[in-house]
């Protein structure tokens, strides 16, 4: 048979095991889902670049008409206004799309890339 001191030798090494990978996974996850976000937002710029060669404007969340695929929505918003589309003062008028973390995300923050292919916050890209 076991002894209680093997049997407790044996639960203090399991728990050491779980205080290291717990974080570490839920780590992984989160640089998983930011990755998803990424494509996502990339996607994004692809497509008013090509709204922007159709109509010469860029679209706004409405008429552009994106879903946000299911695996990010759980942890990213597109708010009605996640696409600003400021005109700077000189031509060529310009975008920045935003996604807004949210749930277990938030902690991670928000994405966004304009449409000079500046993306923030550059540590996270």
Same mark, same amino acid.
């Given at each position: 048979?076991? &002894?209680?001191i093997?049997?407790?030798?044996?639960?203090?090494?399991?728990?050491i /095991?779980a205080?290291i990978? /717990? !974080?570490a *996974? %839920?780590? #992984?996850v989160?640089?998983? $889902? %930011? %990755?998803? +976000?990424?494509?996502?937002?990339?996607?994004?710029? $692809?497509?008013e670049q090509?709204?922007f @060669?159709a109509? %010469?404007v860029? +679209?706004?969340?409405?008429?552009?008409?994106?879903q946000l695929? !299911?695996?990010?929505? +759980?942890? *990213?918003d597109?708010?009605?206004?996640?696409?600003?589309?400021?005109?700077?003062?000189? !031509?060529? !008028?310009?975008? @920045?799309? &935003?996604? @807004?973390? @949210?749930?277990?995300?938030?902690?991670?923050?928000?994405?966004?890339?304009? #449409?000079?292919?500046?993306?923030?916050p =550059? =540590?996270?890209?």
């Open positions: 048979g076991f &002894t209680l093997e049997l407790m030798v044996t639960l203090v090494i399991i728990a /095991i205080a990978a /717990i !974080p *996974y %839920r780590q #992984s989160i640089k998983g $889902n %930011r %990755r998803a +976000a990424q494509s996502v937002l990339l996607e994004i710029v $692809n497509r090509q709204y @060669t109509n %010469r860029y +679209a706004d969340v409405a008429t552009l008409g994106y695929p !299911p695996e990010v929505d +759980a942890n *990213y597109l708010p009605a206004d996640g696409i600003d589309l400021g005109n700077p003062a000189p !031509p060529p !008028p310009g975008f @920045t799309v &935003t996604l @807004t973390a @949210t749930g277990s995300q938030a902690s991670d923050g928000d994405l966004s890339i304009d #449409s000079l292919g500046t993306k923030t =550059e =540590e996270k890209w």
